[in-house]
């Protein structure tokens, strides 16, 4: 299940396997550079699985909701840490909402609530509102984590 990208060159819109979002590509149409996912990604529970099991990054998830408080406070936080490691982690975003049987699956009780995975395996997760150096210091943390 690809993901869709649109060249900023010009305005292609471009399919990026899950396995290759963190590298930089190529557009179809022009063959400028597509560069690594550099913001957070809103997925379903079938892209999540796609990209946790596919991915050669470590990837954050933010389990939140639209009602959340916290929750808008953290965005720009999350945004920040998908726009300052991109090519080195993906972000991940997941509405509680639109999604419950995800969050079900990894006993999210409070949001915001955050996920750290690699490998295919998740290597901490902790609710509530923390920066973005935080958030980076968890995704610089799990790329050093032996498998």
Do not use: Y
């Amino acid at each position: 299940m690809p993901v869709i990208r649109a060249c900023k060159s010009c305005g292609q819109k471009n399919r990026i396997t899950a396995i290759h979002l963190a590298d930089t590509g190529r557009c179809g149409t022009c063959k400028n550079p597509i560069p690594p996912l550099n913001e957070p990604l809103p997925v379903d529970p079938a892209l999540f699985d796609e990209i946790v099991q596919t991915a050669r990054v470590p990837i954050l998830v933010d389990f939140w909701a639209e009602w959340c408080g916290p929750c808008r406070a953290a965005a720009p936080e999350v945004a920040r840490t998908s726009a300052d490691l991109a090519g080195q982690a993906i972000v991940l975003k997941v509405d509680t909402e639109l999604h419950p049987q995800l969050s079900a699956r990894f006993n999210v009780r409070g949001i915001p609530n955050f996920a750290v995975f690699s490998r295919g395996k998740l290597i901490q997760q902790q609710a509530g509102l923390v920066g973005h150096d935080v958030m980076e210091a968890w995704l610089r943390s799990a790329a050093t984590t032996p498998s």
